[in-house]
Nanobody, 124 residues
Framework: QVQLVESGGGSVQTGESLRLSCTISGMPRDHTWVMGWFRQAGRREREFVAAINANGNIYDVDSLKGRFTISRDNAKNTIYLQMNGLLPEDTALYVC?????????????????WGLGTQVSVSS
């Protein structure tokens, strides 16, 4: 059974940093996969943040470049999201997801496995 577990969320003030982690378990060894971060604030639509495949290819949104960086440790089956210069509008539930594909630009509908998320709250 595939499981994704996020950690690292918390409450911070504007300008501070957080590093989120997501560890995947139960994925068959012969599967290659893309892992990504999404976020959802309140009742707003879920928003794609960034994705990374096993080769380290990255797809991230232009609006977050320079502040958010995704990385991956294949040996630990873990991805990270380094978030710097946090703003109140970054407040959201950050959710990790995995798709059994090597295509880093895979649409959200491709992601089959989802974690429960970790809450990030940024106060002004």
């Amino acid at each position: 059974q595939v499981q994704l577990v996020e950690s690292g969320g918390g409450s911070v003030q504007t300008g501070e940093s957080l590093r989120l982690s997501c560890t995947i378990s139960g994925m068959p060894r012969d599967h290659t996969w893309v892992m990504g971060w999404f976020r959802q604030a309140g009742r707003r639509e879920r928003e794609f943040v960034a994705a990374i495949n096993a080769n380290g290819n990255i797809y991230d949104v232009d609006s977050l470049k320079g502040r958010f960086t995704i990385s991956r440790d294949n040996a630990k089956n873990t991805i990270y999201l380094q978030m710097n210069g946090l703003l109140p509008e970054d407040t959201a539930l950050y959710v990790c997801a995995a798709a059994t594909t090597t295509y880093v630009y895979a649409p959200p509908s491709t992601y089959r496995y989802w974690g429960l998320g970790t809450q990030v709250s940024v106060s002004s």
